[in-house]
């Protein structure tokens, strides 16, 4: 399973770390026993740079840059954190990003394309921004709720909602249980709750199914 987490100036850092951190045990796990890893978990921005900085000012490094929809390296799931959004942060933020447009374009390409999307936070108002959300089933973080429903989502009141190729969750926290619904989907629930053990996290299973 390839996930690459998308950055930008203003994440939160809880809404991409937490993720990312579930994902790379997980892979760890699964490959116990073969030759190697059967995965990889990146964090990725559009263009090429070496460090991103977070809302609470932690620089974070850059694995590389999120393939075009199509190139033999898509992710099988792309996650987008939030952060900023309820701030109105003009310079870096989700709220920031969606207005300068990059990010909802390529996020609108990828799910074109089929990409799976998973957004954590107000994460989703990029998603929104992006049309991604339109008529989707979908939740944000509490301070983003009307919002996203303004947008023209169908807002469900779930701390993770799955709706097929487009997964939310809510606030920050929700980004660990998120992963952690996609890792028992993908390995197991017995490396879902292995990641769980480690992390020391107590899962949550409000998660809204597909209909």
Known sequence: MNVDVLLYDGFDELDGIGP??????????????????????????LEERETVTASHRTRVGIDGVLPEPGDDDVPDLL?????????????????????????????????EAGTRIASVCTGSMLLA??????GRRAVTHAGAVDELRESGADVVDARVVDDGDLLTAGGVTSGLDLALYVVELEFGEEIADRVATVIEYERRYEVAGRE
């Open 20 to 45: 990312y951190e579930v994902f790379d045990y997980a892979i760890d796990y699964a490959a116990e026993g073969d030759d190697g890893r059967s995965g990889r978990v990146r964090y990725v921005t």
């Open 79 to 111: 996650v987008v954190p939030g952060g900023g959004w309820n701030a109105r942060d003009e310079t870096a933020s989700a709220w920031a990003e969606a207005n300068r447009g990059a990010i909802p374009t390529a996020l609108a390409d990828h799910h």
């Open 129 to 134: 921004e992006s049309g991604v959300t339109d």
